[in-house]
């Protein structure tokens, strides 16, 4: 490795951050060390990354980190790497994250043993103690109390300090503080201590809604056998899973879990995937077929190809996937992220004012009054506001993907719900995708040779026609011959030279700008059409060699799918680069509007013209040849059948290829949206009401915390009933 930069990394593993207001803390304090040049804090991972210029400054972070409240509990450093390394995307390395991932799945701290936790509890026992010392010997009382909020206001303090000289003055922690002191001044001792332990008791709660998602996903690492049974040479050993190198034969026996992706070698067997993607009915799967991670083989032995390390199969990237939307920030929780900058020292301003103003110009009782303020400095406690989004998504996010529903963020899915027109891509996405050749038809060549040159040419193409095409020669035992200069062109076909002369094999169209038909070739072509076929012909230098008809099977739910759709206001059309006769044969069956012989270029196009006509375009496709209009879709949903799906260019996706799950999809983006609403309500709701309470003088100090951490209840509470939909 050349040392190009002297620029350095540090990578730490930290506890304690379970809110959304830690990162920023973090970020905001760790960029202030001199040298620092960047910061990427991962909430749901725990990590803390930092790019500095060489410099040592290890200790400083982990004193910055630490003076905050949280711990560290690992750090790296890595110093002159190269560039690449040097990404702050908040991942860990390749190579390490299969071991994070084995962390995480490792029964954690609980939370009585977590320092927060610890805190809170000494916090609790103190004042119990406290309230008894006080019975026993009055006098005392007051001194009792005292020290008994010490306990857990010290810690609190200290990270009010550490934060203001971050440049973060108003801080939860800053409220605190001033507020306990206050009441200790005013002679309120006892609720100061009361209101300090509420207070870390609403902090403890925090994290929870956020870490059961968070473990929800992670559980699915748990599927995954912890051994394999490798063949090799003839021999069965059982061997560490995460040894299995890709390429490598697998057995797997009737009743065990699979404990790799991979195709099926040899054997027959129903295979159920409901752990994985909540499909719940087994799935009868044969050679050649995609088999994976964590599902469990029914009643035969299976011999299977691994095709993916473990830290690469599809459990471990939708954990991945999930985890990293997790930490994006929906546009939600950035408006309230924004929005409690200004409330918190608001309140601190209306805080103030009642303290003073009533006393120093009417004549009010200045011990009332400053009572009085200082429970609005509780109130200006944001704390269940701050999790009221991020606590939604996170549950949401594992809730989907434990059913196979798969979006990167809370930007997704926010955004998903609102879609008002859905293009469907027609090969793999409403059909199943595995075409079958029905017909072949010789016009100017025999039989064999249209389907000899045909997949010749298609030998190294991955699209669906391709591979029907292929499979039919394979059953026919054909010997292809070799091509020289081919080239596929999207949404067209494929042409080659082939025994010295041009080849094309594509759509019927392209094929009449090489060699034109015949009417009464035309006419067999559009019969198959009529039957819903798609036709690709076959072009020999310049005469029409053939025809190949194949038939694509509809999805069993697309019809269903499409209505759940309409049903809910969004308009549906199918976009095909397939023919006009054969896409309305299907259109009809569907019910939907049809727009065909489109180049891949058109389907972008058309997503443009709807943008500009006001919709708010999803796309769905299999990512083959339609990733232009998947990307310039508001949102790109990629179809399909697991391992394979183009999970990273598009910007959700359906695990097991359900058209009802893009309604699904909708539907749990609305009921994401509904209950952040709530939780907002709630989180504000509850604020105003103890603040008219606060100041027509009802309600004291610990009811105005109390009304956070009971805020931070209910909006926990709410936001595990999103993920309670993926756990039955
Ligand atoms: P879809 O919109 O259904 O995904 P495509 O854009 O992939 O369809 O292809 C449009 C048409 O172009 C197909 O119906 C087929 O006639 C032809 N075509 C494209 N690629 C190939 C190929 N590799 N082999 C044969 N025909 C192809
Ligand atoms: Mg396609």
Same mark, same amino acid.
């Given at each position: ?19 959304? +207001? ?246 027959? +067997? ?459």
């Amino acid at each position: 490795m050349t040392v190009t930069t002297r620029a350095a990394k540090i990578s730490l593993q930290v506890e304690g951050m379970d809110c959304a +207001s830690c990162a920023t803390k973090i970020e905001t304090a760790l960029h202030r060390i001199d040298g620092v040049t960047d910061v990427a804090v991962s909430v749901p991972r725990g990590t803390v990354t930092v790019l500095h210029d060489g410099k040592e400054i290890d200790d400083r972070v982990r004193k910055q980190i630490s003076d905050l409240g949280y711990q560290v509990t690992r750090l790296e450093a890595v110093s002159g790497d190269g560039p690449k390394d040097n990404r702050v995307d908040g991942k860990p390395p390749h190579e390490e994250s299969h071991s994070h991932i084995d962390e995480r799945a490792a029964p954690g701290q609980r939370w009585w043993q977590t320092r927060k936790g610890m805190l809170t509890i000494a916090s609790g026992a103190a004042l119990a103690i406290a309230f008894l010392v006080g019975k026993a010997v009055p006098a005392t009382e007051q001194w009792a109390f005292l020290l008994a909020m010490m306990v857990g206001l010290i810690p609190i303090a200290r990270r009010s300090l550490s934060a203001a000289r971050a440049g973060m003055p108003f801080s939860i922690e800053m409220l605190m503080t001033i507020a306990a002191v206050g009441a200790i001044i005013i002679g309120a001792a006892e609720e100061a201590a009361a209101v300090v332990f509420l207070f870390l008791i609403g902090e403890l709660l925090e994290g929870v809604a956020a870490n059961r998602a968070r473990a929800s996903i992670q559980d699915l690492t748990k599927l995954i056998p912890k051994t394999a049974r490798l063949e090799d040479n003839g021999q069965v050993s059982e061997v560490q899973a995460d040894t299995l190198a890709v390429g490598a034969i697998i057995q797997i026996r009737p009743g065990d879990r699979i404990s790799a992706d991979g195709v099926i070698v040899s054997g027959e +067997s129903s295979i159920d995937e409901a752990p994985v993607t909540g499909e719940s009915t087994p799935i009868r799967k044969g050679p050649e077929e995609i088999v994976f991670a964590g599902t469990v083989n029914g009643d035969g032995l299976l011999r299977v190809r691994v095709t993916a390390a473990a830290s690469d199969n599809t459990i471990a990237r939708v954990v991945r996937l999930v985890e990293e939307a997790q930490e994006s920030k929906a546009p939600t929780e950035r408006f309230i992220d924004r929005f409690s900058r200004y409330y918190t020292p608001g309140v601190v301003a209306v805080a103030a004012l009642v303290a003073f103003v009533p006393p120093l110009l009417f004549g009010g009782g200045w011990s009332g009054w400053i009572y009085k303020g200082l429970a609005i400095l509780l109130i200006g406690c944001p704390c269940a506001l701050v999790i009221s989004t991020p606590a939604a998504i996170a549950a949401s996010l594992s809730a989907g993907a434990r059913r196979g529903l798969l979006m990167k963020g809370g930007a997704v899915l926010e955004q998903i719900g609102k879609i008002t027109v859905a293009c469907f891509d027609k090969t793999g996405t409403l059909t199943v995708g595995k075409p079958q050749v029905t017909d072949i038809i010789s016009f100017g060549r025999n039989e064999a040779d249209v389907l000899r040159f045909a997949a010749a040419l298609e030998a190294g193409s991955s699209h669906p026609l391709a591979k029907a095409i292929l499979r039919k020669a394979g059953e026919r035992q054909l010997s292809l011959p070799p091509t020289s200069d081919a080239n596929a062109i999207g949404g067209v076909g494929v042409r080659a030279v082939v025994e010295g002369i041009e080849v094309f094999v594509g759509s019927p169209k392209a094929a009449g700008e090489r060699a034109p038909m015949t009417s009464e070739q035309s006419s067999q072509v559009s019969a198959l059409n009529h039957e819903g076929k798609t036709v690709s012909i076959v072009v020999a230098g310049h005469e029409v060699a053939g025809a190949i008809a194949m038939r694509d099977e509809l999805r069993p739910d697309a019809r269903a799918g499409l209505k759940a759709l309409t049903e809910v206001g969004i308009k549906a059309v199918l976009l095909t680069g397939d023919n006009r006769r054969t896409a309305n044969a299907i259109g009809e069956q569907l019910g939907i509007e049809v727009q065909s012989e489109l180049l891949p270029e058109d389907k972008q196009r058309i997503v443009g013209q709807f943008q500009k006509e006001g919709w708010l375009v999803a796309k769905i496709g299999d990512g083959i040849n339609d990733a232009p209009a998947l990307a310039a879709a508001d949102v790109g949903i990629a179809m399909g059948g697991g391992a394979d799906v183009a999970l990273e260019t598009a910007d959700a996706a359906i695990l097991h290829g359900r058209v009802l799950d893009v309604a699904a999809m909708v539907d749990l983006s609305k009921r994401t949206m509904i209950n952040i609403r709530q939780n907002i309500a709630v989180a504000l709701g509850l604020k105003a009401v103890f603040l008219v309470t606060t100041v027509i003088g009802v309600t004291g100090l610990w009811p105005a915390i109390l009304a956070d951490t009971g805020a931070t209840v209910l909006v926990t509470l709410n936001a595990l009933r999103l993920l309670k939909v993926a756990e039955n």
